[in-house]
């Protein structure tokens, strides 16, 4: 049976290695294979920019054009959502404003308008070392899911960053209005409240199903830390009052440091083995590590389905079956199974896909 959202053919021009290539993929697993260095990983890129963001290479879109072509891209896909059909194309064309455009069913879109239609999550050989990289990345990591969890949450996180840049950009400037900046940091608190909420309610949410998650795929637990003036959640009014304080007694050294020195961006974000005794996952073996990234992915997948969304998000898996043994990689399908969601592979054989079943699309990518 097909899942209740699937994407039924992707089309790119100019897209990295690609400067023409298609894919029909009714089905609900496809396996893209091949030698390396053939774009395989190019092709889930695109698939991972149907979703609000750089995608899954955080990439600039100069970087993204052909360099055969040089000035332009785009990808397009058709989208099946339960009976009826959605199409969507996403462009670039090299000029003076640096961004791209968005079209669904041909009208002209905000990429936040994505999240009303699908949810896209992915899993990379990068992100395996997501517990050793820097706090800025794994917070990166954390909101990208949650912004698939709570659409709101990106209403919100886009909202602070915008006004935090305007107030630094007004602190160092030589005319302040003192009113306005006032309102900037009330702004701001406002915003920075909803983002600290979104984030803790999802997070209590991710930690609720991993503690469901079934072997062999190891259980763990996601922390995250705030400065103490920014863990009072129970009075918003009180809150907002606090952090506006904060921000103006602190408005020379963010002048000086050119950075806002407390705020939700400054949250530590500690994930944990679980077992007997808890384990930093930083200290974890590598295929522990392995192991608890399937988990998260696995858990946001499942609220995003149980969500009012009430849709599995398409899951975006480069190079992860190789990496995995043979007991871990059919309980991955197993799982992947029961979420009723379609799952996008890649790897150099396709005999390492043989347990997918016959819901399978079997594409040989090659040299352009």
């Given at each position: 049976?097909?899942?209740s959202?699937?994407?039924?053919?992707?089309?790119?021009n100019?897209?990295?290695?690609?400067?023409?290539?298609?894919i029909?993929?009714?089905?609900?697993?496809?396996?893209?294979?091949?030698?390396?260095?053939?774009?395989?990983?190019n092709?889930?890129?695109?698939?991972?920019?149907?979703?609000?963001?750089?995608?899954?290479?955080?990439?600039?879109?100069?970087?993204?054009?052909?360099?055969?072509?040089g000035?332009?891209?785009s990808?397009?896909?058709?989208l099946?959502?339960?009976?009826?059909?959605?199409k969507?194309?996403?462009?670039?064309?090299?000029?003076?404003?640096?961004?791209?455009?968005?079209?669904?069913?041909?009208?002209?879109?905000k990429?936040?308008?994505?999240?009303?239609?699908?949810?896209?999550?992915w899993?990379?050989?990068?992100?395996?070392?997501?517990?050793?990289?820097?706090?800025?990345?794994?917070r990166?990591?954390?909101?990208?899911?949650?912004?698939?969890?709570e659409?709101?949450?990106?209403?919100s996180?886009?909202?602070?960053?915008?006004?935090?840049?305007?107030?630094?950009?007004?602190?160092?400037?030589?005319?302040i209005?003192?009113?306005?900046?006032?309102?900037?940091?009330?702004?701001?608190?406002?915003?920075?409240?909803?983002?600290?909420r979104?984030?803790?309610?999802?997070?209590?949410?991710?930690?609720?199903n991993?503690?469901?998650?079934?072997?062999?795929?190891?259980?763990c637990?996601?922390?995250?830390?705030?400065?103490?003036?920014?863990?009072?959640?129970?009075?918003?009014?009180?809150?907002?009052?606090?952090?506006?304080?904060?921000?103006?007694?602190?408005?020379?050294?963010?002048?000086?440091?050119?950075?806002?020195?407390?705020?939700?961006?400054?949250?530590?974000?500690?994930?944990?083995?679980l077992d007997?005794?808890?384990?930093?996952?930083?200290?974890?073996?590598?295929?522990?590590?392995?192991?608890?990234l399937?988990?998260?992915?696995?858990?946001?997948?499942?609220?995003?389905?149980?969500?009012?969304?009430?849709?599995s998000?398409?899951?975006?898996?480069?190079?992860?079956?190789?990496?995995?043994d043979?007991?871990?990689?059919?309980?991955?399908v197993?799982?992947?199974?029961?979420?009723?969601?379609?799952s996008?592979?890649?790897?150099?054989?396709?005999?390492i896909?043989s347990?997918?079943?016959k819901?399978?699309?079997?594409?040989?990518?090659?040299?352009?």
């Amino acid at each position: 049976m097909l899942p209740s959202i699937f994407i039924s053919k992707i089309i790119l021009n100019n897209f990295r290695s690609h400067e023409n290539f298609s894919i029909d993929a009714n089905s609900s697993n496809v396996v893209l294979f091949g030698k390396n260095g053939v774009g395989k990983t190019n092709i889930l890129e695109s698939i991972s920019l149907l979703s609000p963001g750089r995608g899954l290479r955080n990439a600039k879109n100069e970087e993204i054009i052909n360099k055969k072509s040089g000035i332009n891209y785009s990808l397009s896909a058709d989208l099946k959502l339960n009976d009826s059909s959605v199409k969507i194309k996403k462009f670039f064309v090299k000029d003076n404003s640096n961004k791209s455009n968005l079209l669904i069913d041909d009208e002209k879109s905000k990429t936040s308008e994505l999240l009303n239609f699908l949810r896209v999550i992915w899993v990379t050989p990068v992100m395996e070392k997501i517990m050793l990289q820097s706090n800025s990345e794994r917070r990166n990591f954390f909101d990208r899911l949650i912004f698939n969890i709570e659409k709101k949450h990106l209403k919100s996180f886009s909202a602070y960053n915008k006004f935090t840049k305007e107030r630094l950009h007004i602190l160092k400037s030589n005319n302040i209005d003192d009113g306005w900046l006032q309102q900037i940091e009330t702004n701001i608190a406002q915003h920075a409240y909803e983002v600290i909420r979104y984030r803790k309610e999802a997070i209590d949410k991710i930690n609720a199903n991993l503690s469901l998650i079934s072997l062999p795929f190891n259980s763990c637990i996601v922390e995250l830390i705030y400065d103490n003036s920014l863990k009072i959640l129970d009075n918003q009014d009180e809150f907002i009052f606090n952090y506006s304080n904060i921000l103006s007694n602190n408005r020379q050294i963010d002048k000086e440091l050119n950075r806002t020195l407390i705020g939700p961006n400054k949250v530590e974000v500690r994930m944990w083995k679980l077992d007997d005794r808890s384990i930093e996952a930083k200290y974890c073996s590598t295929g522990e590590q392995k192991s608890i990234l399937i988990s998260i992915i696995l858990s946001v997948s499942q609220i995003i389905r149980d969500s009012e969304f009430a849709m599995s998000p398409i899951i975006l898996i480069d190079e992860a079956m190789a990496h995995l043994d043979q007991h871990h990689r059919e309980a991955l399908v197993d799982e992947l199974s029961k979420l009723n969601t379609q799952s996008w592979f890649t790897g150099v054989s396709k005999e390492i896909f043989s347990h997918l079943g016959k819901d399978t699309t079997f594409f040989e990518v090659k040299n352009s």
